[in-house]
T-cell receptor, first 110, second 113 residues
Framework: GQQVMQIPQYQHVQEGEDFTTYCNSSTTLSNIQWYKQRPGGHPVFLIQLVKSGEVKKQKRLTFQFGEAKKNSSLHITATQTTDVGTYFCAASNSGYALNFGKGTSLLVTP | NAGVTQTPKFQVLKTGQSMTLQCAQDMNHEYMSWYRQDPGMGLRLIHYSVGAGITDQGEVPNGYNVSRSTTEDFPLRLLSAAPSQTSVYFC????????????FGEGSWLTVV
């Protein structure tokens, strides 16, 4: 499967600051997905990116897929305490099997 | 519409015991899978199925069995539990190969002592 490396592992921000997590692969990805997991909860699908250079927005969240389809990022503008959780990227080259990054845990203090 | 339902939510096993984690989905999804989540390791794929009667191994299949006799159900069997299998287990489903959204169950917390 496609291995994806995610950085940073942890991020601690003050409420109102921005946050970015990055997902990188050594090989070209057919698509990439992003998930959010609240503490004690289950992963919840956020978005899938498919096209080279694709940018999608969901309110304060901006997702990007690199031109070479080897990297992706999730940016949160003006974080809120409700953004606390772990953000995972997941990728597959083809077919079903998804490989998840190890996640970035975000802590937001008011 | 319940989505993906996992049982039990919590379980403590003794080393060597066997058990089955149940997973059911009511969305008529073709694709189902099992992941385990350990601290700092993210989610690792154990087994998956692309339809009734079809299963395949993921990244960490050893010590686990699965079957898919119906579209709705995808049980995960621990044959002889070991402390290394202490983890949180998530079942997930997806409509088909074109379905973007993967739905996860709420998780099963398993401790093997």
């Amino acid at each position: 499967g496609q291995q994806v490396m995610q950085i940073p592992q942890y991020q601690h921000v003050q409420e109102g600051e921005d946050f970015t997590t990055y997902c990188n692969s050594s090989t070209t990805l057919s698509n990439i997905q992003w998930y959010k997991q609240r503490p004690g909860g289950h992963p919840v699908f956020l978005i899938q990116l498919v096209k080279s250079g694709e940018v999608k927005k969901q309110k304060r969240l901006t997702f990007q897929f690199g031109e070479a389809k080897k990297n992706s990022s999730l940016h949160i503008t003006a974080t809120q305490t409700t953004d606390v959780g772990t953000y995972f990227c997941a990728a597959s080259n083809s077919g079903y099997a998804l490989n998840f990054g190890k996640g970035t845990s975000l802590l937001v203090t008011p | 519409n319940a989505g993906v339902t996992q049982t039990p939510k919590f379980q403590v096993l003794k080393t060597g015991q066997s058990m089955t984690l149940q997973c059911a989905q009511d969305m008529n999804h073709e694709y189902m899978s099992w992941y385990r989540q350990d601290p700092g390791m993210g989610l690792r794929l154990i087994h998956y199925s692309v339809g009734a009667g079809i299963t395949d191994q993921g990244e960490v299949p050893n010590g686990y069995n699965v079957s898919r006799s119906t579209t709705e159900d995808f049980p995960l069997r621990l044959l002889s539990a070991a402390p290394s299998q202490t983890s949180v287990y998530f079942c997930a489903s997806r409509r088909d190969s074109q379905g973007n959204t993967i739905y996860f169950g709420e998780g099963s917390w398993l401790t093997v002592v």
